[in-house]
């Protein structure tokens, strides 16, 4: 297909697909003259991935191309290339403290970890940014009093784990490892804000039931 | 106590508490010179809650404020005051679309939401933020071609579920109805960085399970 109906098709505008172009978020088309050039398929899906990526990932341009060139890269076996894209998923900006509150959080997150039975130790834990942000959480609600030890963060690990392997039986339903990827990273980002804005509607809900006699 | 031990108790600057207090995020000290306020606990808990509003939860300052009015709103009740306060709370930017993606969307969150008993009708469903973040997010997942039905959306609603009872309970631990409402605000901010960095180090256990063999 020409670059109109690539355009027609995906619902982005042709000056954004062209930007997407000249910063190699979406691949090349195949030249069919000097002016124009053919779209197919691929181009359609890797579009409504990097469209995803940005406008309900919110995330920065050059982060989205490192996920792309990450799902690319055939040298990483396949754990390792959905952990390179899902690791480069914007989070929160740490804190950066290390004060004794935060050895605190840092303690609890190992002791919730093995309890879990997930095999987080050196660098794994100490690079992974998934972690970091855990550990900064949990001081922030200690800092603030709000309890957050194993007994809180237990409920929300087992469940995290409930659903990682619905969400990995999901990503497994694509049938090639390249899908498997894109799945991994579009499910992980696009499912987020699914499940904060569940849980907020579950707390209104909850809220309604006790304090304004609301009845299931 | 006087400003330079709130900064140093809170670890927030006295140039930041000086623009908390003209923008009225911090209540006024008790005046006790030309130059000088006195401050206690209860500066020191709401600079807490502030900053971690801030920055834990990336909310702009007007939100904040609005967030902070809502909790010392007399007129409402006390889920009012929980439901205007948590509504307050930023999320995604909503997509504006209106096509039949959209509707089918709408259609399998009312679905799921009728499935789960909770109520969500007319204006409250028009204008709850989490509900749009969440119709929004099923048709952009939809929209990808990634499956984001009523089967798939039915676990994450039964966590959501499960994870609010537990919430409810954190936040009646609170003595004071005050204390529930400012509970209420930090911990569905602050857990929400933990709910999601959880499920990210759940995946990321899971993948290595089924993808590199690592044994529980």
Redesign the interface.
Known sequence: MRLAELSERS?VSTATIKYYLREGLLQPGHRTSATQAEYGEAHL?RL??VR?LI??G?MPVATAREVITATEDESL???MR??AA?WA?P??PG?GDEDATHQAARAAVEAL?DRL????EGALAEY?P??R??V???A??N??????DLE??L???R??????????D?V??QPTPDGQIE??V???V???????????????????R???G?T?
Chains 1, 2 share one sequence.
């Open positions: 619902g899906r409504r991935l995803a406008q309900i919110r076996d396949h754990h959905l952990g899902t998923l989070e929160a804190t970890l039975g997930w095999r987080y992974s998934a972690y942000t855990l900064d959480s949990v922030a609600l800092r603030l009093g709000y309890p957050c809180h963060l409920p929300y690990g469940l995290a784990a409930e659903l990682a392997v619905a969400d990995l999901t497994q339903e799945a991994a579009a499910l992980t696009l499912y987020e804000p699914v499940l904060l804005s569940l849980r907020r509607l579950a707390h209104a809900e909850e809220s309604a006790r304090f304004a609301r299931p």
